[in-house]
């Protein structure tokens, strides 16, 4: 096997994993080619149809493109969709900074659809090498009765041996594509010819390299107009992928401690 097949055999593992030792079980959609990939490897686990819901917890402030994309291809791909809505601002930690209090939406929303559902396990696409406090992240991922993040309890996970018992109250974390890295997962979406958001090609000398919420999310300088130029400018790109979040520019603990309170 080759890079790209070793990458998608551990992740194909890991879904198979987390669906025959949970009860109630959803994947987490954010819309973003992370999860795009997540949802066709999902797919490929399960002979083409992805067994459990797929999960948006909407903030209402995602780009129209994304939107487009969710409609069309949750019909085209058979998904059992579940849109859940995020509470206003005015409900969220009002120490938090104005970009991570936007961002935090998000967890409310998502803590709101926990108790609404029930599920014992949610499947997250999120890597390593996107941003630091996730570089501690296990691939089974406990999480508190609130769903935080304790990052000082984390189970070993030794030789892909996980712990999938599920806290009581609580819930797990999985996270499939946690080995991969941002070109991993592009040149995976040019192998496979997974379809993409308009927004991660290059207009006007400029591009998007992560995608969320319109007001908290900003474009890149670039000029890579298709996946083999994105390919080859992150070969030499200084620039973080999470350079356009506002989130990632805030006090150096705002994305610590919205992970700690069980943010995604």
């Keep these: 096997m080759d890079h790209l097949d070793e990458l998608e055999a551990k992740s194909i593992y890991i879904l198979r994993e987390g669906f025959a030792r949970l ?39 995602k780009f129209p493109e994304m939107y487009a994309f969710r409609d069309h291809y949750s019909k085209e791909w058979g998904l059992d969709l579940r849109i859940e809505p995020c509470p206003p601002v005015e ?21 709101l659809a926990l108790a609404k559902h029930g599920f014992d396990g949610l499947i997250a696409g999120i890597r390593r090498d996107e941003e630091a406090t996730r570089a501690k992240e296990r691939v089974f991922s406990p999480r508190g009765t609130e769903g935080g993040w304790d990052v000082r309890d984390q189970p070993p996970e030794f030789w892909d041996q996980f712990n999938a018992s599920v806290p009581a109250g609580a819930h797990l974390r999985i996270h499939p594509i946690l080995h991969w890295t941002e070109a991993d997962i592009w040149a995976y979406t040019q192998r496979e010819n997974i379809p993409i958001i308009p927004l991660y090609l290059a ?53 610590e401690r919205l992970r700690v309170a069980g943010y995604l």
């Design 23 to 61: 009860k109630r079980l959803a994947l987490l959609w954010s819309l973003g080619k992370d999860s795009n990939v997540m949802i066709w490897l999902a797919r490929k686990a399960f002979f083409g149809k992805v067994p459990f819901p797929c999960m948006h917890v909407d903030t209402g402030k």
């Design 91 to 111: 409900a969220v930690d009002p120490t938090l900074p104005p970009a991570a209090r936007s961002a935090a939406r998000k967890t409310e929303g998502l803590k």
């Design 203 to 255: 207009t006007n000398g400029k591009r998007y390299r992560s995608l969320g919420d319109q007001d908290i999310t900003f474009p890149v300088a670039s000029n890579a107009s298709s996946i083999a130029e994105i390919l080859t400018e992150l070969e030499s790109t200084k620039i973080p992928e999470r350079a356009g979040r506002a989130l990632d520019h805030e006090t150096e603990d705002a994305f």
